[in-house]
């Protein structure tokens, strides 16, 4: 996650030193009129005046690239022709929600031809916020008219600043559950046909971590706030200052966008280190076994658009220094999934069905989902809610037959992850609604393992018979035989009996198994 804490101070205190902006308080100034407009309050840059690191924060963030997105562009347009038009709104009611609310798009097709304040996700629109309908899903949100700007201070200086009116609202307010439903209204999605294909909120809902932390509580997740108190605009009185950033795990590919793709990277990569658990372990006649935990994510793992993301599993076994077994290697600019020899390959996301429980690509196709992410774990392991998945290699019907050809003396474990999976992406070019060159683009990120034995920085777990520790007696692959492990830094291999990664869909009636593991 980026951290700006020095440059807030600085931007606040050039600010102040050079002058206060036309139109930003000082906190003591009488009462006046506030002079901004409807026009002049939609457009980013006007916020940039008075609060400039915010301005930043926001600019790097994928809410100000969300209309400008290739992959959402490219979906739309395809959603829009192969549904005959009838996806109207569906995409752009989160992705350009202004441009809705003004009536200058129904569709999206047209945003190239909009003025950049109207499109994306600004600051005029989450800070007009004043109502969440009770789906909580599909930008089911009640935007004012009143031209106040809400945000989370229950002390709003009595004098109104020179430029809007201030309110507080608890749907602003990290500390208020209300903030996480406003959220959710755009990070929990239902398709036309009813599958719930994107289900954050949902997934934190059901989670421990209900009533908070919420998305952004007191600085956690996706919403850093800074450790000293600083002024959040020029002259005014010391706040807590709330990164407006929103690190996720989605990258942006333009050319103009303020922040490289290796930054971004490097971003992303860093966010996750706190994300996943896990243990590595083999028994004596060569079975292993990879235990994984979502403990840093306050959601199930992946999530958003987890039908379209793409995390698995490589697990490479060697002999005197020569690889014999090998999971998950999947090669540069190859989509996941498409090596038929890998039958043991691990996959994390989830699987769209229609009505007739027919997979599909397309989430206006979609009439439910479901899949084998991770799901939000507590780090107590003896929280009754506690569980993780696991996945034996190699990964045969029968597991007492799941040993490998060879005893290993070194084996190790990876995670990746893509965004957006190859596959989506060379589907989308293929039906000539997105540009090739972004599917070169698409970064595969490593997901940190830390664990005691490297200090606690590695991406990779690493099973030695040195390095292993005690484990647990085998009951699955080898019944009775020792099985030792490598682990990340607090993990309990011990913990309650893991589930399996394979879950039951359900749709129109009809059960199916979700191939996702596949």
Request: net charge negative; charged share 15%.
């Amino acid at each position: 996650m980026r951290r700006r804490w020095i440059q807030v101070v600085l931007v606040a205190g050039v600010s102040a030193g050079l002058g206060e902006p036309l139109g930003c308080s000082s906190g003591s100034a009488p009462a006046v009129k506030p002079t901004a407009t409807a026009e002049s309050l939609r457009n980013p840059q006007a916020c940039q005046m008075c609060h400039p690191s915010h301005y930043l924060d926001w600019a790097t963030s994928m809410h100000a690239y969300a209309s400008d997105d290739p992959v959402f562009l490219a979906m739309n347009a395809r959603g829009q022709r192969e549904t005959g038009g009838k996806l109207g709104t569906f995409c752009v009611k989160c992705h350009a929600p202004v441009a809705v609310l003004d009536g200058k798009t129904t569709n999206g097709l047209n945003l190239a031809s909009l003025p950049a304040y109207e499109k994306s996700v600004t600051c005029f629109f989450c800070h007009s916020i004043d109502s969440v309908g009770a789906s909580h899903a599909n930008g089911d949100v009640g935007v004012a008219g009143d031209l106040v700007i809400r945000g989370p201070l229950k002390d709003p200086p009595a004098q109104a600043n020179a430029f809007h009116a201030s309110a507080y609202s608890s749907l602003l307010d990290s500390q208020q559950l209300d903030s996480a439903k406003m959220c959710g209204t755009c990070h929990d999605i239902v398709t036309p046909a009813g599958g719930h294909i994107e289900r954050t909120f949902q997934e934190w809902s059901s989670s421990i971590f209900v009533p908070t932390p919420t998305c952004a509580f007191n600085g956690t997740c996706h919403m850093a706030s800074s450790p000293t108190l600083v002024p959040i605009a020029p002259k005014g009185p010391l706040r807590t200052y709330h990164s407006h950033d929103f690190p996720g795990v989605d990258i942006a590919f333009d050319p103009a966008f303020p922040v490289t793709p290796a930054h971004q990277q490097a971003t992303v990569e860093s966010a996750l280190a706190n994300t996943l658990q896990g243990a590595l372990c083999v028994n004596a006649r060569g079975g292993v076994r990879v235990l994984l935990d979502d403990v840093g994510a306050g959601h199930a793992w992946p999530s958003g658009s987890a039908q379209d993301r793409r995390v698995w599993a490589e697990v490479v076994a060697y002999k005197n220094g020569s690889q014999f077994y090998a999971s998950g290697q999947v090669q540069p600019g190859t989509p996941v999934g498409s090596d038929p020899n890998d039958t043991d390959l691990w996959v994390l996301r989830d699987q769209m069905f229609d009505a007739m429980n027919n997979p599909v690509d397309m989430f206006w196709n979609a009439a439910c989902a479901a899949g084998n992410e991770l799901q939000a774990v507590s780090g107590d392991r003896t929280m009754p809610s506690y569980t993780h998945r696991e996945r034996l290699y190699p990964n045969t019907k029968n597991a007492g037959d799941s040993v490998l050809s060879e005893m290993p003396d070194r084996v190790t474990l990876t995670v990746h992850m893509q965004p957006i999976g190859l596959d989506v992406l060379n589907d989308l070019v293929a039906t000539h609604d997105l540009d090739p060159a972004v599917v070169a683009q698409m970064p595969t990120l490593t997901v940190a393992l830390p664990n005691p034995v490297d200090g606690g920085v590695a991406t990779s777990l690493e099973w030695t018979p040195a390095a292993a520790t005690g484990g647990f007696t085998d009951s699955v692959q080898t019944p009775g035989v020792p099985m030792t492990c490598v682990s990340t830094v607090t993990f309990n291999v011990n913990a309650p009996t893991p589930r399996a990664e394979e879950v039951p869909v359900t749709c129109a009636g009809q059960n199916a198994t979700s191939d996702a593991g596949h």
